[in-house]
């Protein structure tokens, strides 16, 4: 397995010549390290630097999302690849001294493997990044994205050089279906076919969109590739658009992604600089412009048609297809909408080959799949993989695991609107298919993963909830079908269901799924669905017993101070809102279930604050 | 009739309506929120009516029409955030400062929002104070960040 380098082992021989070996001292600074003091450290780092009379020999720099957010803020010193996690601003000081003055690298900040608690230096050497295969985020945090050239050194912008000057687009169509590529987006469409029928369309006012509008809650990889290699899509999109013969591309990026929309733009500013994009691309006669839009806001805009209705200036709801946005799209004229994910494989396929990516991965689903690993894993954050690895290598060896010696309940794999799969299940390989057949989905690549504390009620509820709100209101069974879905499962949550109520449930789901114009309302039913298939006994515990096995839902579980845990220290007699618990200090304290709300204050307090710690629990 | 309306004309009618968006967009950006004056100039300038311009803005929650408070506190509600237990910081607000959702307190110091996703699931769960993100939270570091932002304020 290709194990990710710090650095290009090799640089094709181009006009750049090999800068000298100097030290580079890295930061991450995307949107979860920047709120981790990123730029403190940069800032801290660049004093030191100065102060120790290293500016010859070091360069301190910034990059783009690793993926492993959770252990941000990141710094990595290359070329030796020394790899440093949750680093504060005051430790950039003795990094400076001890590392970059004395090359004696900083242990105290090292990665530490979770399980056998073993100091792990360099980057290589992580599993968390050893298992992967970065094909997709080849260039995430390694390109300071807001340098072009870091990107063209290595390798950037050959594969446009390449399709603009030697292929015809019918090469580049033919390429794109040799690799197999299907559409990172979640349905697995064949990427080739929508560029074909493009293609073939009369006329010469087309247009190509790359959608980034990733709003579905636990998935961020799209934030972070546009984040740390915002070119790579600007280069796929481009090739798209010579591919289908348009002029004017879009990058529809979420509202929230602040950063990632400003770097996208910084990006295409600097790839008007230097002509690959504007009139004549390389001095050939394809013109192609890119404009990067922020959209509203709304999980729904990702679905294709929505996402042209908000270009266009409207409230953003599906259009009824076909037409297909690739023959009747953005103004009526053909579109091409593909996902950012998808695009960013393009570039690769067009310089290595079709039948390269074809290679990687399963026979029908070629190439890689990015996954954000959320939930209760030791190593949370974005990963690559190629497609058809095991589910249980991805949360085993890169998550690391459940953390607290919990064991695996569940996992949701696509986003809120995915399906969940039981432990039982997670030697299934993960590709399109394989996915739809467990009745889950790709989906958007949030990978959810749930350990034994948590109720698949609540849960199922929390997601169901998500899509209701976000439902644009155009269908009725949608709008109004998973309303009473949310009000069915808040029932069954405080125990006040019957157990008819599931069936209802489930019959419901059906005509939601069956009844809906587009992929939010078809998919919204699949998480109440796939965990009344899978745990449906969960379900009946809470109907016919009234109580929640996992002890979440709150009106079916009660908040109890174990006395001969507690210490008396007070804590949770100071957080309680409603004065429910009480206690002279050093003598086990009271709390009075009459008055408790059940809102977690005393039981978290007690988790990370209190003297003792856990003499509080909750019992369903 | 459309298709018979020359292209230059079409072209020039849709790309001013495609700037709807960005530009309320940016007046929230600078301003806080949407008023109705501002309303009504982008009704003007861009030729779309002041409804057709409600009717979009209100569909995308992240327009306000209000004025936000001096310190804006948005809470997570994603699926990773929702497990970290999000939902309690919203009730934690409702008790404590009877704040809910798209409220701000009568001295317009808090405003609190619930919004989607913010993409830093690997921090959850994740508040945002005026831009500023703060995560791995917990309902008791939760409360004491809002009672630093409410307390009186040195003089800066």
Redesign the interface.
């Given at each position: 397995m290709n194990v990710r380098q710090p650095k290009p082992p090799t640089r094709s021989p181009g006009k750049k010549k090999v800068p000298a070996p100097k030290t580079r001292i890295l930061v991450c600074e995307s949107t979860a390290c920047a709120s981790s003091k990123s730029a403190e450290i940069r800032a801290a780092l660049e004093g030191a630097v100065v102060r120790l009379g290293l500016v010859d020999r070091v360069e301190v720099g910034f990059t783009g999302c690793h993926g492993f957010c959770q252990k941000g803020p990141i710094v990595v010193v290359e070329p030796d690849g020394v790899f440093y996690c949750q680093v504060k601003p005051g430790d950039a000081n003795e990094i400076a001294e001890s590392h970059l003055a004395g090359g004696e690298p900083v242990k105290r900040l090292f990665y530490r493997h979770p399980v056998t608690k073993e100091a792990v230096p360099l980057y290589k050497d992580i599993v968390f990044y050893k298992n992967q295969q970065r094909l997709i985020l080849r260039n995430c945090g390694a390109v300071n994205p807001e340098k072009i050239e870091d990107y063209e050194d290595r390798g950037g912008y050959r594969g446009l050089e390449k399709a603009v000057t030697s292929m015809t687009p019918e090469q580049v169509v033919e390429e794109v279906k040799r690799s197999g590529l299907r559409g990172r987006g979640g349905a697995g469409f064949p990427t080739w076919y929508k560029w074909d029928v493009c293609r073939r369309q009369p006329g010469d006012e087309k247009y190509v969109i790359c959608n980034a509008n990733e709003s579905a809650p636990g998935a961020f990889s799209d934030r972070s590739l546009l984040e740390a290699d915002p070119h790579t899509v600007i280069e796929g999109l481009a090739i798209l658009g010579y591919a289908v013969g348009a002029s004017r591309g879009f990058i529809y990026c979420r509202a929230e992604y602040s950063l990632a929309a400003k770097r996208a733009q910084t990006a295409v500013d600097h790839a008007y600089g230097k002509k690959y994009l504007g009139k004549k691309v390389l001095g050939s006669n394809f013109c192609f412009d890119i404009e990067v839009f922020q959209g509203g806001g709304t999980f729904v805009s990702g679905e294709e048609t929505a996402l042209l209705s908000s270009l266009e200036g409207s409230r953003s709801m599906p259009r009824s297809r076909p037409p297909f946005p690739a023959t009747k799209g953005l103004w009526g004229k053909p579109t091409i909408i593909d996902n950012i994910k998808t695009l960013a494989c393009v570039p690769s396929i067009i310089s290595r080959g079709g039948d390269w990516f074809a290679s990687i991965g399963t026979a029908k689903s070629p190439g890689t799949a990015v996954f954000s690993l959320t939930g209760k894993i030791a190593n949370s954050g974005i990963v690559e993989v190629p497609m058809g690895t095991r589910l249980s290598t991805l949360i085993y060896e890169i998550g690391g695991g459940i953390p607290n010696k919990k064991s695996l309940k569940a996992v949701q794999t696509g986003g809120p609107s995915g399906g969940f799969l039981p432990g039982g299940k997670i030697e299934m390989p993960l590709d399109f298919d394989s996915l739809q057949e467990a009745g889950s989905i790709m989906g958007s690549s949030g990978i959810m993963v749930m350990d034994e504390d948590t109720c698949m009620v609540d849960s199922a509820r929390s997601f169901l909830s998500f899509t209701q709100s976000e439902s644009c209101g155009k269908c009725v069974a949608c709008r109004v079908g998973t309303r009473h879905m949310v009000g069915l499962l808040e029932k069954i949550a405080s125990g006040k269901a019957a157990e008819e109520d599931l069936d209802k449930l489930e019959r419901l789901g059906h005509i939601v799924r069956n009844s809906s114009l587009c992929g939010l309302g078809q998919t919204a039913p699949i998480p109440v669905l796939t965990a009344l298939k899978y745990f449906r006994s969960e379900f009946i515990a809470h109907v016919v017993d009234k109580r929640c096995p996992a002890a979440v839902c709150r009106e079916l579980v009660t908040f109890r101070i174990i006395p001969d845990r507690c210490t008396g220290c007070q804590m949770c007699v100071k957080v309680c809102p409603t004065k429910a618990i009480s206690g002279p200090r050093s003598q086990a304290h009271n709390l009075d279930q009459s008055k408790c709300i059940k809102c977690r204050s005393c039981y978290e307090v007690c988790k990370f604050d209190a003297v003792a710690g856990e003499a509080i629990i909750i019992v369903s | 009739m459309a298709v018979l309306m020359p292209d230059a004309v079409?072209q020039k009618i849709?790309e001013r309506?495609?700037?709807?968006?960005?530009l309320l967009?940016k007046v929230q950006e600078t301003e806080g929120f949407l008023s109705r004056e501002t309303v009504r100039l982008i009704s003007r300038k861009l030729r779309?009516t002041e409804n057709e311009i409600y009717?979009?803005a209100t569909?995308?929650?992240?327009?306000r029409f209000q004025p936000p408070g001096k310190h804006h506190i948005q809470v997570c509600?994603?699926?990773?955030?929702?497990?970290g237990?999000a939902p309690?910081f919203m009730?934690?607000m409702k008790?404590?400062k009877n704040l809910g959702h798209g409220g701000t307190t009568p001295d317009r110091k808090l405003s609190l929002e619930g919004?989607?996703?913010?993409?830093?699931?690997?921090?959850?769960p994740?508040i945002v104070v005026n831009?500023?993100?703060?995560?791995r939270m917990?309902?008791?570091t939760f409360?004491r960040l809002v009672e630093s932002l409410d307390s009186p304020e040195k003089p800066s």
């Open positions: - | 079409q849709r309506r495609k700037s709807l968006l960005p967009k779309v009717g979009v569909f995308y929650p992240q327009f509600l994603g699926n990773a955030c929702h497990v237990g309690n009730e934690a008790i404590e919004v989607g996703c913010l993409g830093c699931c690997a921090m959850a994740v831009n500023e993100i703060y995560g917990n309902r008791v409360m």
